[in-house]
Every structure is written in structure tokens, then in C-alpha cells.
């Protein structure tokens, strides 16, 4: 092989390099055996009004969406969000959760009382996506716009995600 080759391609594979440790530092998700979740700010407040609606499997009768003002996405790579759930009677609940896309996990950090105060939960710890839950909220958003490819966006990606015609649970096979 001729030197010029050899030095471009030794550029190149050390700009990629270079690329994918930056990625990886700025907290867009991708997995490394020091990651440590970072500061975990307090739940925002959010409006019943503005919420996306989530497409749940139609066996569930809750109603369940996300206020977009509430979603988060921090440097280390957790997507943060309040999540809605209103029954047939009109009566809603809400919590705040973070998913880890890349690992597929899901912590849930606090509930809304019926005061309307929220109510933090002591020492949360993160469950599979696909474990055997009361509600399968937290799976339905991250596949409906929350994660794309195993990695959390930008807050405004997962709002037109979760807004775009085509999304939903038509043809999502995973419920």
C-alpha cells in the first residue's frame, strides 16, 4: 500500500475514534462501563392540556400521554418526562419517570399524590423495559419516539416523533 493511503486512512480512523468518545461523553446514551446516572432534577410541573397522546395496547382503557414541556434529555442520556394517565371517569394520575435507552431500563422518581403534591420515591432503582409491569407506558414511549435506535435525541426530536402520523402501535408487533 502507498504511504499517502496509509496516513489518510490512519486520519480517518482516528477522527471516528475521536467522534465516538465525544458521543459518548455527551451523554447521548452510549453505554460505557463508568456511566453514572447524573443529577436528577425535580419533577417539572406539566398540563393535562398539552399532552401527546401514547398509543397503548387496546386492552388498556387508561389514557396515557406525555406533556412535551416536560421532556428532558440530560448528559447522561436519560430521557426524563411526566407521563398522564387519566381513566374513563376523568380522574388523572401522573409520574415522573427517566428511560435509559440504551440499556432499555425505565426509573420511576416520583408519583403525584392525590393532593396534587408529588411524592418522591425512596431510593428508585431502574426495571427492564419489558418487565413484567402494572403499565407498559414507559415501553410504548420509548418506542414511539422516546429512543431511536437505542439512543436518546433531543427533546424536540421525540416530540415529532411522538407527533408524526406514522407512529403508533400500527404494525408494532412488540405489544
Partial sequence: MQPEFLGRFALGCALVLSQVSAWSQAGNGLDNLDWVEGPVPPPPSFSVERQIAIGMPPHVSVKVGVDP????????????????????????????????????EVKTYARLSAAGQWSMVNAPIWKGLGDNMPSRHAFALARQGACQNRLATSPQEIIAALKAPTRGLGGNKDF
Avoid at 448528559?75 to 428511560?99: L, P, Q, S
Fill in 69 to 104: 414541556a416536560t421532556i428532558s434529555v440530560g448528559m447522561d442520556g436519560v430521557v426524563r418526562y411526566v407521563v398522564i394517565m387519566t381513566n374513563g371517569n376523568g380522574n388523572t394520575n401522573a409520574v415522573y419517570e427517566g428511560i435509559r435507552c440504551v440499556s432499555d
